[in-house]
């Protein structure tokens, strides 16, 4: 199993989504001889998922049922332990298409944090790229590589414990792309333009408030970067329904008898914000000069 190669059968030391519904889902990892318990009842590794293909319908001890599903990075967002806040696919997306990533690219990242951006980011460069990831904390650190490893990915990963502030990402002149995601990222602002290519490359802060953004953008011109924008990404949910209007009648001759009936549209009606302020991204270039 790994998070970026789709494997069909589930196998001994897989990490597994359970899902039970759109609202309620987690992760296992797979082990001869486990069970694991839901509110349907117990599922059995053994002879209820290895060997098994994902997507299967899994009933439980108690009759109920749910799906084995391939994790993904999407998925893992949804379902991974909280050792930090995280960013959600909205905000990766965007993160993702502005840092202009593809298979091949390499690109360095602080803060690791639970690694939810770090799972999306090594899934968009492999087979052949590399994330090269800092982290601060000691014990952080060494559960994202322990996560790296479950998940076959730690090829296309580096994690390093240090203070990106101080230290830098322990690489230079190699990334198409640089994200900083920690309290003060203008301190970084330095240290990732040197990580960055020489021929130029792209970068991207994450800050919850706009005072850090003001200092971050500062720094941008000092050291020489161009193209700063900044953006808030908001998500909402649309409410689509079919409402009925009676046609008007606008005046057709009197020996038209056909009566004016209803029309059928659908319209959208604004439901509620999924997510709402998490922060703002800073988008930059190095320049060539």
């Known amino acids: 199993m790994s998070f ?3 494997g069909d059968t589930i196998k001994d030391g897989d990490t597994a989504i359970v899902f039970l519904g759109h609202e309620s889902m987690f992760p296992v990892k797979v082990q001869h001889g486990t069970v694991t318990q839901t509110k349907y009842g117990v599922i059995r590794h053994s002879t209820d998922l290895i060997g098994k293909k994902y997507g299967s319908k ?3 001890s108690k009759g109920g049922w749910v799906f084995i599903l391939h994790p993904t990075p999407e998925l893992w967002t949804m379902n991974l332990p909280h050792r930090t806040q995280i960013l959600y696919s909205t905000d990766i997306s965007i993160i993702t298409m502005m840092l202009e990533l593809k298979p091949g690219s390499i690109v360095c990242e602080s803060g690791t944090g639970s690694g939810s951006l770090s799972h999306a980011l090594i899934r968009t460069v492999a087979p052949t790229g590399h994330l090269y990831t800092v982290e601060f904390h000691q014990q952080r650190a060494e559960k994202a590589r322990e996560e790296f490893r479950e998940h076959g990915v730690e090829h296309l990963v ?3 414990n240090q203070d990106v502030c101080k230290n830098g990402f322990g690489v230079s002149n190699i990334a198409d792309a640089v994200f900083l995601d920690i ?3 203008w301190e970084a602002i330095g240290h990732a333009k040197s990580a960055l290519k020489a021929e ?3 970068i991207c802060s994450f800050s919850p408030c706009i005072e850090q953004v003001q200092r971050t953008c500062l720094a941008m011109e000092e050291y020489g970067f161009t193209e700063i924008n900044t953006l808030e990404i908001l998500l909402r949910v649309y409410n689509v329904r ?3 209007l009676q ?3 606008l005046g057709k001759a009197a020996e038209d008898n056909s009566s004016t009936g ?3 549209f659908k319209s959208g009606v604004p439901l509620r914000e999924v997510v709402g302020h998490t922060g703002y991204l800073t988008f930059a270039t190095k320049s060539l000069v």
């Open 183 to 185: 309290p003060s990222p």
């Open 262 to 264: 209803t029309v059928q």
């Open 247 to 249: 046609i008007p009648d």
């Open 242 to 244: 079919t409402i009925s």
């Open 4 to 6: 970026v190669e789709y």
């Open 200 to 202: 130029g490359g792209r």
């Open 58 to 60: 899994v009933t439980c």
């Open 158 to 160: 580096t994690v390093i």
